[in-house]
């Protein structure tokens, strides 16, 4: 496979960017990633023309593929054209933000920033400035952005910064504990219980392999931050508006949290996040409450149009079942291959989300430790030396999980497989 201009590029970016990339987790595709010219669909196609079926889809936003319906380019380029942005209120973010209070029943006000990060940055603010309180309960794992607060590894007992530049004073307020384990939980709330704000989880552990929750894994969460008077807040930045449909996945799991962070969907490709939930508890915003939360391009004109026609297109058409049917083909076509030729490895996912885990029992995660244990190191061989030398861009390393567009079709599926067959 010819990558000279992906090389080239490299090497440019590598002079005036850190590592090369805006984003760390792009340079994890050694010797370099490839660098993309378009998307088509399903598929992108490189700088040297080289094409793949993409199951990244730009880290899960693009829940329609590359080419976005005609309504939902005339709401980009209307808004970009007219515009692009004011620095004071339009239409289309309260049709955004109404369209998500119709469908999401946690949510009853919501506001709108720019990324994942901003998103559960400012629910954390909020949670503290609520309740009054300082801590938050994590799992060891979970992935809620770039942020001081959650940038943190440790257990009930002693935490530590996961990244450089983080004060140990901001990590002594989170408290890590392992996604499934009740017991963990009812320690920390033990130990903490008075300063505990919030409780912040993934509804599925979806930046860690993906992990499924045990049955009623969020029920005893919901009950426990109640009997504590601490809040709920669950992390949809990649489940919103793909797992459960417009519902989000509290629908598929019938919990309602008191506070939802959102993005990659909502904003139909563009920079986006979004904090919703209890309006007694989004009132604690400011301008009408005491917990500071602003942005210049917080409420973007042409991302609230990217993501407003996004999802009235998905509720028009058939979008989650198309999904959702490729998503149950991989699952259960990687599930038959892994069984016959790596019946250790386990198959992970719902809805339009799958993984194959380098598992060494067979045995689904039941948290991030168990996908730590297993064979990692495949991914590198495996992944980026056999899946995309057969022009298949998945995921770019063991953690990041993938997912199924409406661009996607079944011959993608099948050759799909057909790789994965040959890979593993
Ligand atoms: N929360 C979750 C669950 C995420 O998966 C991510 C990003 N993958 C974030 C927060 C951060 O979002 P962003 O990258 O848009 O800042």
Redesign the pocket.
């Given at each position: 496979m010819n990558d000279d201009n992906s090389r080239a590029l490299y090497d440019r970016a590598l002079s005036v960017m850190p590592g090369g990339v805006n984003s760390a987790v792009r340079a994890a595709i050694e010797p370099y990633p490839f660098f993309v010219q378009k998307g088509d669909r399903g598929h992108v196609i490189d700088a040297d023309g080289n094409r793949y079926i993409d199951w990244v889809m730009g880290?899960?936003p693009l829940l329609l593929g590359h080419n976005l319906p005609e309504s939902v380019q005339a709401g980009i380029q209307q808004n970009a054209s007219e515009g692009p942005m004011y620095g004071t209120p339009t239409e289309i973010e309260v049709d955004l933000a109404e369209f998500v209070v119709r469908h999401v029943p946690s949510v009853e006000k919501i506001r709108f920033v720019n990324?994942?990060?901003?998103a559960?940055t400012s629910a954390v603010r909020l949670a503290r400035g609520y309740t009054g309180r300082n801590k938050i309960i994590v799992n060891q794992g979970g992935?809620?952005?770039?942020q001081d607060s959650t940038l943190v590894e440790g257990d009930v007992e002693s935490v530590a910064p996961s990244s450089a530049g983080v004060p140990q004073s901001v990590a002594e307020h989170t408290i890590p504990v392992p996604f499934n384990d009740e017991d963990a939980v009812r320690e920390a709330f033990e130990k903490h219980g008075d300063d505990i704000a919030a409780v912040m989880t993934?509804p599925i552990l979806?930046?860690y392999g993906i992990v499924d929750p045990d049955d009623g894994y969020h029920d005893f969460l919901r009950e426990i931050t109640d009997e504590h008077g601490s809040l709920l807040i669950f992390?949809e930045?990649?489940t919103g508006f793909r797992v459960g449909g417009l519902g989000c996945a509290q629908s598929e799991f019938g919990v309602t949290p008191d506070l939802t962070?959102f993005?990659?969907v909502i904003g139909g490709g563009f920079p986006v996040?979004a904090l919703g939930g209890r309006a007694e508890i989004m009132e604690q915003l400011a301008p009408s409450g005491p917990v500071f939360q602003a942005g210049t391009f917080s409420g973007h004109p042409v991302t609230m149009a990217a993501g407003l026609e996004t999802l009235q297109f998905a509720a028009a058409n058939n979008v989650y079942d198309h999904v959702n049917t490729l998503g149950d083909q991989l699952r259960s076509g990687l599930a038959d291959i892994v069984a016959d030729q790596a019946p250790e490895y386990t198959v992970a996912g719902t809805d339009s989300m799958f993984k194959v885990i380098f598992t060494r029992d067979g045995e689904a995660p039941k948290n991030a430790a168990d996908v730590k244990n297993a064979e990692t190191d495949r991914w590198r061989r495996v992944f980026w030396g056999q899946m995309k030398a057969q022009e298949v861009f998945l995921s770019q390393n063991q953690f990041e999980c993938q997912f199924v567009s409406y661009g996607h079709t079944e011959a993608d599926v099948e050759e799909t497989l057909e790789a994965y067959k040959h890979a593993l």
């Open positions: 880290l899960g990324s994942g990060t901003e559960t992935y809620h952005g770039a993934e979806a930046n992390d930045v990649i962070t993005g990659k996040g």
